[in-house]
């Protein structure tokens, strides 16, 4: 009779194998709709790519860009599913072949418009920044974007000078709370849009608040500043476009930085600029977009922004903090219309 023969060894490959394949997790858009879109999935830990890092994340912020693009109010959106998460702080887990300029252990920032949402991202090592240690993770992911938006506008775009008159339309959001922190810095005189409960906040930045429900913002200003304003901020939506360059002065400039909702709202966008630019009254509509500056002066404005937030100069306001994996609860609560601030996810030993 033949006999049986177990393979041992084999078996035990197959366990090691078994063994040795980590994982991590990730919040990932399942379909475009409400929170409830998001759900948690596990990914296969793979080596960096060459040129690659691997980062463990520590800190992302929940940001209107993630809901859009869930929602789908985008011209230009990512393929179901898809991982939101505009911008990420973390440490090098490990590096692929070739980089030279980061380490496991160095703490790093990126932006990167996709991919926050999760215990891990690979991102290449050429759009990495390097994050001093001493800064709190929370407070410094939010310098990434929102605090970047508002300096590039405010130093890159109007070059802004002290006395100069603004309106921040959207003044009490990531964004709008950075304008307003960085405006005072830079002595601006600061009307800004936002709902009763959150005027206290832009009182404390020095800022002349307007109720949008109410009052007519057109109105109040040109009452309070009838030679008019020298740039207007918008964030929201090319709906205000008449009504902002109502309140400028000649020569002055309406700066306007959200997302268009479709591609044929970005193309209506297009046609608005073209049409506002051409009447001759001497205001001009400026559009801006994150991307379009490069990244060598990302890192140059960040630099900037890292110094003013080790000196103690500026102070991002965290509304709230959530564990990475409960991005759902965090995006609930952004929609709810009623934060003042930043809501940022982080990682659990930073909670």
Known sequence: MARLRYDWTASLTSVTTMETVM??????????????????????????????????????????????????????????????????????????EGVTGFAVGDRVAALTSFGGYAEMIYWPAD??????????AAETVTLILNYLVAYQILHRVAQVK????????????????????LGQLAGLRMFGLASP??????????????????????????????????????????????????????????IHYGGP???????????????????????????????????ELFQEDWTALFKLLEAGEIKPLIAAKFPILEARKANELLESGGVVGNIVLLSPELL
Request: with cysteine.
């Open 127 to 136: 759009k990495l920044v390097h994050i001093p240690a001493s800064l709190d």
């Open 261 to 295: 909702e479709s591609f044929g709202r970005f193309l209506l966008l297009v046609l608005k600029l073209i049409f506002y630019n051409l009447l001759p009254n001497g205001k001009k509509i400026v559009g801006y977009g994150t991307h379009r500056l490069g990244v």
């Open 197 to 254: 409960g959150k005027h206290q906040t832009l009182m404390e930045y020095g800022a002349v608040p307007i109720d949008y429900h109410t009052q007519d913002f057109v109105e109040v200003i040109r009452q309070t500043e009838p030679d008019g304003l020298d740039f207007v901020f918008n964030g929201m939506g090319e709906e205000v476009f008449g009504r902002g360059l109502a309140v400028l002065r000649r020569g002055g400039r309406l």
């Open 23 to 96: 994982t991590y997790k990730s919040v990932v858009a399942t379909k475009r709709g409400g929170p409830d879109a998001l759900q948690i999935i596990e990914n296969e830990l793979r080596p960096p790519a060459a040129g690659e890092v691997r980062v463990k994340i520590q800190a992302v912020p929940v940001c209107q860009d993630d809901v859009a693009v869930r929602v789908g109010k985008r011209p230009f959106l990512p393929k179901l599913p898809f991982t939101p998460g505009y911008s990420i702080l973390g440490l090098v887990d490990a590096v692929g």
């Open 162 to 181: 002290t006395g100069d008159k603004v309106l921040i339309i959207g003044a009490s959001g990531g964004v709008g709370t950075a304008f307003l922190q």
